[in-house]
């Protein structure tokens, strides 16, 4: 089947988010500023409860920036077959583990109703890696957000069989949520954006590793030549140093000949449990 839709197609029905971590309530927070309903699935009710509150807490600050944005409603379930229930899309935004992400995906696909849109928020593993539970491979793409509400770019790139039409439809009603989409046009480890930035935080992680700077000189040049408002030790710190582990070692089994100076230093702040700021210390001290 085709999976095209417009706007009008798709307002008044559900999004599902599945995940409740940093990206997850984010990507809920962007989807919620368009009156719809909004459903947050993950398996830990505090976890939910922390979404939900993040999502009601920045809902006005998103919507302050939008000219034509309406709160939505969203909820919080730990039951998948509640998240997907009339759902037109589902997001799913958990740990980049292929063991994890694998039959997720054949849960997702045995409740979601014909015609739902599956995106998966990886920002490292193209979703035909995750694909052989999905039946209708048609269906699937990565939907890769970035840091919204403060970032709002979404990367969309085919599983090798992504419907066009599917494709389409995101690139046209995204928007309407307040965020950027763009098509990785060919498949690419790390995408468009990604790619770039993993060779500037590896080589920032080398350069701490080595001596040569601490994390908050490099973060201050940036900050100073480029005049971002972070740099990328304080952005690693934002999405979790096993985020960023994770994804470096998906990079090293893709490209063995990486130095390793970068995988390491990051898993000397991981083993002491200092994942940024959701355990209150990384790079920096919360």
Known sequence: MTYTYTFEDIKDRPVAV???????????????????????????AEQLAEATDYVSQNLPRALAQRAEGQSGEVTG???LEEALDGAW?????VPERLDVKIPLWGEIDRAAQPGTIFGTNSSSLPSRLMAEN???KSRLCNMHFYMPPDINAVELMSDGETDRGLLDTLLAVLPEFGVQPFEVRKESTGFIFNRVWAAVKRESLAVVAEGVARPE????LFKHTWGVLAGPFQMM??????????????????????????????????????????????????
Do not use: C, W
């Not at 899309?89 to 935004?93: D, G, I, T």
């Not at 979790?240 to 390793?260: C, M, Q």
């Open 18 to 44: 599945i995940g409740a971590g940093t990206l997850g309530r984010r990507i809920a927070l962007m989807f919620a500023t368009r009156g719809g309903a909004v459903r947050i699935h993950a398996r830990r």
């Open 77 to 79: 379930t730990t039951s």
């Open 89 to 93: 899309l589902v997001v799913e935004s």
């Open 134 to 136: 999905v039946h209708d």
């Open 217 to 220: 000189d490099v973060d201050g």
């Open 237 to 286: 710190d934002v999405v979790g140093l096993d985020v960023a582990l994770d994804i470096e070692n998906h990079y090293l089994r893709e490209f063995p000949h990486l130095p390793t100076s970068a995988r390491e230093l990051l898993q000397a702040y991981v083993d002491a449990g200092k994942l940024g700021i959701k355990t209150g210390e990384g790079f920096y001290t919360y």
